[in-house]
């Protein structure tokens, strides 16, 4: 990648070493408005699931404070650095964190395509049927049309991690057993709903991820 045109006048030359954290950098040059020197920090420091992805979270999201060539310039960097790593799976999940973030996807950084029809089906295998998924995430007009696989997957996780909360809930409010007994009973086999409702929505989203081998 060629060395980045300034998109904002920058501040005077911060040190930035290995020493430091890659999150602190981003933080700083991302509140200075320095987004190209952002961007080099994220292209200068190895990938890994914590500090540098949680940079990579930042920087995208100051992204929707640009607009037109700006905006355009950064998700263009932001697209290409994703698309040179070598681990699919962090890869993923970037342009997961990208598209949930901004709204945007990142161009050249392909998650599985999927049409509406091939979704039906895999969606019926866990037990989710296509009327569940039209009240959770947007879906094309037409059967044999290509879904937003980000977005489902994304809205797929969030509809598990609801289950999963309203399971917790469940079991905080249990009643002593000795008490009211059929309550309790009754509470339990809801929250155990709930979890397997979780376990599905999650199983969907991580199957989506795999494609279609």
Known sequence: MQAPISLHATSPSLPLTE????????AILVKRQDYPRALNVLQRRSPDE????????RVSHSTKALAGQRQDWMSAGLSELVS????????QELALDFRSLTDR????????????????????????????LTHITALPSTIDAPIDTARV???CRSTAEAHREEARR??????????????????????????D??????????RLLLGRG
Do not use: C
């Open 19 to 26: 020493y430091t954290r890659v999150s602190d950098d981003a």
């Open 50 to 57: 914590r500090r540098w992805r949680w940079a990579f979270r």
């Open 84 to 91: 040179g790593m070598n681990d699919r799976g962090l890869k």
């Open 105 to 132: 996807s990142l161009s050249g950084v392909a998650l599985p395509d999927f049409t509406a029809r091939e979704l039906w089906r895999i969606a019926d295998h866990f037990g989710l049927p296509m009327e569940y």
């Open 153 to 155: 997957v994304i809205d």
């Open 170 to 195: 469940l079991v905080a409010e249990l009643p002593p057993t000795e008490a009211l007994p059929m309550l309790g009973q009754l509470a339990r086999v809801a929250a155990d709903a709930q979890r």
């Open 197 to 206: 409702a979780a376990a599905r929505w999650r199983a969907l989203a991580q």
